[in-house]
Structure formats: structure tokens, C-alpha cells
């Protein structure tokens, strides 16, 4: 067969190299030997290093581009240009000063958005141990090339992509790139072609780490051609979709600054006809409507409501790295989740033990010793059970570290797990190891797949303790314990039924056994072990879910949000564990293969009916975020393995978990959890909905406040009448005392029941019916105290800058009382909780009554404003004009609550 490379044949990244065997591997590669430096010189040149490709940078001013990308900034901008052009250069500043703020806060605030693939290189190991032509050597990662033939020891981290050709005892952490909580144990036995990723266990992947054992092996592929780079190139092309707020904040600029532009026009041609002003004069009321139409500070509430959000998380453990999300959050009808480190601890427990004929169920979960160990009917520890307990213990090379919180293992989960077991059987079994002490050892080796201890106590006793794999343990027995110690003929069959009862459960599988010997024996061999021993019997391994994500998944489902479950590991596992998670569908478990078979039309369809999804790769979690944003789902995924990044950059929002998780899914993700704790997403998903409820309270009280303003101009233009407001004292109005005002919203608290309604639709408008209704009432009423207080302040004084300024105070007036009414829209605003409000309302209220008596009373303000001091007589007409809006809209909120429901009945009942 002629020699190949990953580089000039187009298939060979695809290659099954673990369906082959080491002879053909070696053949295809034409790596017979190892290598000489010529030869590797050659590859070098041919494949390039052994690294990933530098991503591209994007500077600052591409980022500060990013944040002018905004419709209505370009509508302000062009008002300031305008502004500018006529002279009018108060207004050009305050409105220049409101898009350079947004501008920075957005820039600051994106920091760094597009440092993934940094993040993966760095998985990538720096130094290599090769056996090259003239002998051994420990050399740069990036000089492998493939045909290289790799040495891999405990502690390393694998460099490249390697078929393995001699393997001793060998064990490899896959959990970045599968998921799977357990190290897998390794072979030189080649696969079926389509076994999945984690099934592959002739193969030995870049980015992984060697727990235990040896072993030696061909590089087939390096760089961009292994699987941790091919999930650099799928994140690379993965887009990051835009949030649904930024969606619904363009389009509803877009529709706004239309509708101002066409009202302007017609309102500047119907003026020419109607109102008698001279063209510059129009032009410029034009203007000033223009100015009062603009929402100018809806981009300053935006961001600032957004920034509390994000600070709230903080607070939660939780970091948001592109601030929209936060609101993003609140829309989410779908979370998938990770299982391993995620919905579970990443902590292998044993939570069941067969000894005796006896099944016992152990409490307590992770590394800490606390729990026990109880029978069906509560019958206490029996004998069988401590000899269990204290084989698993000795038959173990793990080391727990209690005295560090949490607890720590050093060594093997799953032998971590049997030292806690011990230490709940009985706790004088902490000691076990200098009771017993250890003579000899048989390591634990794929080909036999057991572990075996030759230990001694201090009164003349030896016994060989051994563990391994169920089948494999049960065929080197002849008898098994009795509940009291003793030695009975072994049930294989009954024993087998019980271990595929608890292999039913998804529980992994472990046998234990003895073996008596001489006293004065110092050495075990396999051959001494091949037959006669005593089973003591079995334990169940379970990577335990935590239990603060059950109660999150319960609050998730109470808020119609539907919880999925994406993993790497095998579906009987999968479905265990959603079962004790409490997910909807834990019954029906799909995998890989079976994504790979549906089109991505059908799968649609399936992935919102299916829960659980087993044995999956990054592009099945790609495929399914895709197929249910397709489904107008607003998708969170949560993740923390290097296999999770595409899924998690793809997603309306990604979740990645900051303590065990890669620092590639940390940097693809938007909200980073900084305890690990699932439970923070149900709380992000209410922070979320509270902060769209704060905008749409933003908006609903600043919109009125413009709309008062503009159909005011608008009636004085087609009128005829003088100006009741000039536009740098809308401008005033907008930017100082709307602003504050507004900002006390971004603090409103969550409100009761918020995790009880189910999702928003991704298309829902901010201004849907009630909004919209709401703005038009207040428009009007506003528009009516305006014209009432401008009317009053000219029939009484007959001076313009008075009734100018007592038309803007009456303004800032219903501002403050409607303040109170839009804290709660829904429902009545006039009780003690709405009229006390909050120190910050309060607070609030203090810094307009400051800003306004500068407006008023100041000599420079009032030369700068066309502003002039009030009496008494003045400041009582701009209060009661305030009460009256906030009883005003107390009548509408008792009709609409008493009316609309009826009309609902009535319309029901027809």
C-alpha cells in the first residue's frame, strides 16, 4: 500500500486510524522505522508544525467600529452634524456627549470577546518524548511530525493524535474532548470504523492527559488535523448569533427614526402652509421636534440597566462577558447541558455495594467521608461488607486529602471513591494501610483488566486483595462471602443477574476478591490469582448529579424553560443520570449514530421532543443548538470541556464553568460561572427577566416623556403657536431629569411570580399592547400639562421665559409622579410600598428637585436655557399638574383591570 500523509491525501483526516492495525498504520505512513532528522525534516516542511493557526486579531478601533453599528447613534450623530451646521452649538455638544458615552461604555465593556482559539492552543503540550533514529529524545511539541513514534508517561499531556502500539496499564483523561467523567483504559486492538470518539480506545488523542500506565504509539495527525483542531476550525467558523434585545433595540430604532423623518418632512411642508414662520425658523423647530422625538437617553438606560444586571450576576458567581446576554437570559426557553462537571460533580461516588448477597446503599456524595452505609431494612454493617471495604481500600493507590476543603484525590477517581467508601463503612478502616501494609502488587493492565495487592497484617496473616472488571473477577472465583465472613459456593449466575441489575442503573461496575495465603509470602504473580479466589463482591460507581441542579431544573421547569441533557457518555449512563435529575423525557436517550442518520429538517422536530442525547461529538451539540434555534428556541448552553466551545459560541447564550472548566470553553462562552454551580443559571435566568422588565419600564417611561414633547411642537407648529418648549430645554429635559429618573428603574427588584410565567417569544416586541397603550395615554397627558402650564404662565405674566419654564418644570413634575405609577404597571402604584418607593427613588427625586432649582433660579442656567425663576404661585401649579397624571393613570390601571378581563369573559363566553 503506498505511504500517504494527513496533508496531500484530502481523506486522510477523515482516516479511521484506530480500525487499523499498527502494521498498516506504520505502512500508510511510511514510518516503518523511526524516523531519521532528514526525513523529519522533510514531514516538517511537508505538514507543517505541529500547532494551531494563530487566529485572527481584531484591534481596537475594529472593536470601537462595533459599537457604531448602532442605527440610533447614526440618527443622533446626524442631528448633531445638523445642529452644528445652524449655529446651534449647546445642542451639537449634549447630543455628541450622549453617543460618545454609549460609545465607550460599549467598548470597554467587550474587553475580550474572540480569544477561543488562543485558548485551545494552549491545551496543546510544549514538550514531546520521541524515539527518533539515533535514540531517544524530549523535544518541542511543534516539531512532531506524523510517522513520529510518541512515548507517553503518567502526567503527560498528549501532543498529537496517536495510534497506540504498546500500551501498559495505559489510562487516559478524554473528559475535554468526550465528556466522559472516567479515564479510559486503553488497547492496541483496533475498532470498528464508526466507533465513536470515546469508543476509540487505540487511539490517543492531542490535549488529553495520561493518568496511569505507559505506553507507545504513531503519530497520525498534528495540528490543525487532530481533534482538538478540528474543533478549533468548527469554532472558528461557528457564528455568534445577535442577542435578541440588540435585534429588537435595531429594529425598533430603525422603525422610530423613519417614523421621525417622515413626521419631520410632512410637518415642515404642512408648517410652510399653515404656520406663517419663516423657512429658517421652521426648519429649525423641525429640528428641535426631531431632537424631542429621539429617545437620547433610551441608549444610556439601556446600557446602564444592563451594567446593574451584570453587576447583580456578579454577585451571584456569575461573570457575563457580553452584557446583553444578561437580558438574553431572561428569553431562554431551552437550556442543554453538559453532564459531566455540570449537571454532576465530576466526582465519582460509590452509591451501591453487593456483599454477602446483600445490598447496601451508600449516602453522601463527592470525596468528603460523610454519609453511611445502610441495608434494605436498615440491618447494620455486616462482615462481608468491611472485608469489601477494607480490599478496596488496600487494592488502591489513590490518596485522600481531607484536610483540604473540598476534600482532593490524588490518584484515580474511582480508587478515590473506595477510600471514602472505607472510611463510611468503618472508620477505623482510615488507618487500614498501616495495618495492612502492602508487599507486592500486581498492577492493573487492559489485557487481564484487574489490580492486585499482596498485603500482611501484624499478627501473622497474608492476603491477596483484588479488583477489577466484573466478568473478568467472577471467572477467577470458586466461592463467595456470607453476610458473617464465611465461605460459601459460588452463584455466578446470581451474582451476574445482580451485576447487570446495577450496570441497568448505570452504575459502573467493580468486583472484589480474596485470596488466603502463607504467612511468610512476599510475592504475587498473575498465575497465583488465575483461579480459587473469593469473591467478596461488588460496588456501583456513579458520578453523582448534584443535588442544588435537581432543585434548578425544578424551578426551570416551573418557568417552561425545557432542561436537555448533551453528553459524551454512554446513553445507559445518560438516562440514569436523568432520571435522578428529574428531566422530562429521562426514558428516550438518542446518540451520535442516531443524529447522524436524521436530516437536519427531521431533527427539528426531534430535538425538541428527545431530553437526552448520548455518545455525542462537537458538531451532534452544534447540530442540535443550530436545530432548535431553528425552532425559534432561544438556546442556553452550558459546558466546560474543549468539545463544548463551538456549541457554546453557537448559543443565543453560553454558559461555561470557571472552576473545572477548559479555559477554550471559558473564553467561547458569554456568562462564565465562577462556583460551578447549575443552580446559578435558574438565578441568571431570573436576574434576566427582571432586567427585561426594567427596560420595558425604562421605556414605557421614557417614551412618553418624548411623545408629550413632540406632539406638543407638532400642535404649536401646525397651529401657528409660539413654541411651548425650545429644543435645548428638551434636550435639558431628555438628558439631565429623564435620565436620572430613569436610571432608578435599572435597580427596580425582581418581581413576584417572574419565575412562574413561562418564556418570552424570541420576536416579541418591547413594545407590544400595553406599552404601546400606555405610552399613548401619558403622551397625552403630558402634552395637555405642558400646553395648560405654558397657557397658565403666559395669561398670568405674559412673559415667555416664564411660562417656558413653568411648562418644563410641569413636565419634570409628571415625570417624577409618573415615576411612581410606572414602578408597577400592572397594578395599583398608591399604596405605602409604590408611594415610600426606595432610598434610591428617593434619592433620585432629590437630585431632580437640585437640577431643576439650578434650571430655575441660577443666573447662568437661565441665560444658557432661556429659563427665569418662579413664585409660589408656580412651583403649587407644576405639583398639583404632577398628582393629577399619577391619579390619572391610577384610574386607567382600576378600569383596565376590572374592564379588560370582563371583555375577555364576555368574549369567551360568545
Known amino acids: 500500500m503506498p505511504p500517504v500523509s494527513p496533508k496531500t491525501d484530502a481523506s486522510s483526516e477523515q482516516t479511521a486510524w484506530h480500525s487499523l492495525s499498527v502494521a498498516e498504520v506504520r505502512s500508510r505512513l511510511d514510518a516503518g522505522q523511526p524516523l531519521g532528522a532528514a526525513e523529519v525534516s522533510r514531514r516538517t516542511q511537508e505538514h507543517g508544525p ?53 460609545t465607550l461604555v460599549g467598548f470597554l465593556q467587550e474587553g475580550k470577546a474572540e480569544q477561543a482559539l488562543a485558548a485551545i492552543r494552549h491545551m496543546l503540550a510544549p514538550q514531546a518524548t520521541v524515539l527518533r533514529k539515533d535514540g531517544r529524545h524530549t523535544i518541542p511539541a511543534e516539531e512532531l511530525v506524523p510517522g513520529d513514534t510518541l512515548l507517553l508517561e503518567p502526567g503527560d499531556r498528549v501532543p498529537a493524535d496517536v495510534r497506540l502500539e504498546q500500551v501498559h496499564g495505559l489510562q487516559v483523561d478524554e473528559a475535554i474532548l468526550t465528556g466522559e467523567s472516567m479515564a479510559v483504559d486503553k488497547a492496541v486492538a483496533g475498532e470498528s470504523p464508526d466507533a465513536a470518539l470515546g469508543d476509540q480506545r487505540s487511539m490517543a488523542f492531542a490535549g488529553t492527559m495520561v493518568t496511569i500506565g505507559t505506553g507507545r504509539g504513531v503519530v497520525v495527525r498534528t495540528g ?58 421652521l426648519f429649525m423647530a423641525v429640528v428641535g421636534l426631531t431632537v424631542a422625538a429621539i429617545p437620547e437617553g433610551l441608549p444610556a438606560i439601556l446600557t446602564i440597566t444592563l451594567a446593574i444586571g ?98 482532593r484525590v490524588a490518584g484515580d477517581p474511582m480508587e478515590g471513591a473506595l477510600k471514602v467508601l472505607a472510611l463510611k463503612v468503618d472508620n477505623d478502616l482510615a488507618d487500614v494501610d498501616r495495618q495492612w501494609p502492602r508487599k507486592d502488587e500486581i498492577p492493573f493492565d487492559a489485557d487481564y483488566r484487574f489490580m492486585a495487592t499482596l498485603n500482611h497484617d501484624h499478627h501473622g496473616h497474608a492476603m491477596v486483595y483484588l479488583k477489577g472488571a466484573p466478568e473478568q473477577v467472577l471467572a477467577m472465583c470458586s466461592g463467595d462471602l456470607a453476610p458473617d465472613g464465611g465461605t460459601v459456593e459460588l452463584d455466578a449466575d446470581g451474582w451476574q443477574r445482580r451485576i447487570d441489575a446495577m450496570a441497568a442503573e448505570g452504575l459502573r461496575v467493580l468486583a472484589f476478591a480474596r485470596l488466603p495465603v502463607a504467612a511468610g509470602t512476599t510475592s504475587v504473580s498473575i498465575d497465583d490469582v488465575r483461579e480459587g479466589l473469593q469473591l467478596l463482591g461488588v460496588a456501583g460507581f456513579m458520578d453523582p448529579p448534584r443535588s442544588e441542579a435537581i432543585t434548578a431544573i425544578e424551578e426551570c421547569h416551573r418557568a417552561g424553560i425545557r ?202 416586541s418591547l413594545l407590544e399592547g400595553f406599552v404601546v397603550w400606555r405610552v399613548l395615554v401619558v403622551s397625552l397627558l403630558f402634552l395637555a400639562g405642558i400646553f395648560a402650564a405654558w397657557n397658565w404662565g403666559m395669561q398670568r405674566t405674559g412673559d415667555l421665559e416664564y411660562a417656558r419654564t413653568m411648562a418644563v418644570n410641569s413636565l419634570v413634575a409628571m415625570e417624577v409622579f409618573y415615576l411612581f405609577a410606572v414602578r408597577y404597571l400592572d397594578t395599583p402604584s398608591i399604596t405605602l410600598r409604590g408611594v415610600v418607593g426606595t432610598p434610591l427613588v428617593l434619592g433620585a427625586l432629590v437630585a431632580v428637585v437640585v437640577l431643576q432649582s439650578l434650571f430655575t433660579w441660577l443666573p447662568p442656567f437661565n441665560e444658557a436655557f432661556g429659563s427665569t425663576a418662579m413664585d409660589w404661585a408656580g412651583l403649587v401649579f407644576t405639583f398639583m399638574a404632577g398628582v393629577t397624571v399619577l391619579l390619572a393613570l391610577e384610574l386607567e390601571t382600576w378600569c383596565r383591570r376590572r374592564l379588560w378581563p370582563l371583555a375577555s369573559g364576555q368574549q369567551d363566553l360568545g
Open 50 to 102: 505541529n500547532r494551531l493557526p494563530e487566529p485572527v486579531r481584531h484591534g481596537p478601533l475594529a472593536r470601537l467600529g462595533r459599537q457604531l453599528k448602532n442605527f440610533l447613534i447614526h440618527v443622533l450623530v446626524v442631528a448633531a452634524l445638523i445642529t452644528a451646521l445652524l449655529g446651534h452649538w449647546m445642542d451639537t455638544v449634549v447630543i455628541l456627549a450622549v453617543v460618545v458615552i454609549q
Open 224 to 281: 490543525p488535523h487532530t481533534e482538538i483542531g478540528r474543533i478549533s476550525g468548527l469554532l472558528g467558523q461557528t457564528e455568534t448569533l445577535k442577542t435578541p434585545l440588540l435585534s429588537q433595540i435595531d429594529r425598533f430604532a430603525r422603525y422610530l427614526s423613519g417614523l421621525i423623518i417622515v413626521a419631520g418632512v410632512l410637518i415642515f411642508l404642512a408648517g410652510t402652509w399653515f404656520s406663517g414662520l419663516a423657512t429658517d425658523e
Open 310 to 407: 451584570v453587576r447583580r450576576m456578579a454577585n451571584r458567581k456569575a461573570v457575563v462577558r457580553r452584557m446583553p446576554v444578561i437580558e438574553t437570559l431572561g428569553a431562554v426557553s431551552v437550556i442543554c447541558s453538559d453532564k459531566t462537571g455540570t449537571l454532576t460533580r465530576n466526582e465519582m461516588t460509590v452509591t451501591a455495594v453487593m456483599a454477602g448477597g446483600e445490598r447496601f446503599e451508600v449516602t453522601g456524595t463527592g470525596y468528603s467521608p460523610d454519609g453511611g452505609v445502610t441495608g434494605a431494612e436498615g440491618q447494620p454493617v455486616s462482615p462481608a461488607l468491611e472485608e469489601l471495604a477494607r480490599a478496596g481500600a488496600l487494592c488502591n493507590d489513590a490518596h485522600l486529602r481531607l484536610q483540604e476543603k473540598p476534600v
Open 563 to 764: 432542561v436537555k441533557m448533551i453528553t459524551g457518555d454512554h446513553a445507559r449512563t445518560a438516562g440514569a443520570i436523568a432520571t435522578r435529575l428529574g428531566l422530562r423525557a429521562p426514558d428516550r436517550v438518542l446518540t451520535g449514530a442516531d443524529l447522524d442518520r436524521v436530516s437536519d429538517e427531521d431533527l427539528v422536530k426531534l430535538a425538541a421532543e428527545v431530553d437526552v442525547f448520548a455518545r455525542t461529538s462537537p458538531e451532534h451539540k452544534l447540530r442540535l443548538v443550530r436545530a432548535l434555534q431553528t425552532g425559534q428556541g432561544v438556546v442556553a448552553m452550558t459546558g466546560d470541556g474543549v468539545n463544548d466551545a463551538p456549541a457554546l459560541k453557537r448559543a443565543d447564550v453560553g454558559i461555561a464553568m470557571g472552576v473545572k472548566g477548559s479555559e477554550a470553553a471559558r473564553e467561547a462562552a458569554s456568562v462564565v460561572l465562577l462556583d460551578d454551580n447549575f443552580a446559578s443559571i435558574a438565578a441568571a435566568v431570573r436576574e434576566g427577566r427582571t432586567v427585561y422588565d426594567n427596560l420595558r419600564k425604562g421605556i414605557a417611561f421614557l417614551l412618553p416623556i418624548n411623545g408629550g414633547e413632540s406632539v406638543g411642537l407638532i400642535v404649536a407648529l401646525l397651529l401657528g403657536l409660539t413654541l411651548p418648549i425650545t429644543a435645548l430645554q428638551i434636550l435639558w429635559v431628555n438628558m439631565v431629569s429623564s435620565v436620572v429618573l430613569a436610571m432608578t428603574l435599572a435597580f427596580e427588584p425582581t418581581e413576584g411570580g417572574v419565575m412562574t410565567r413561562p418564556p418570552r417569544p424570541r420576536a416579541q
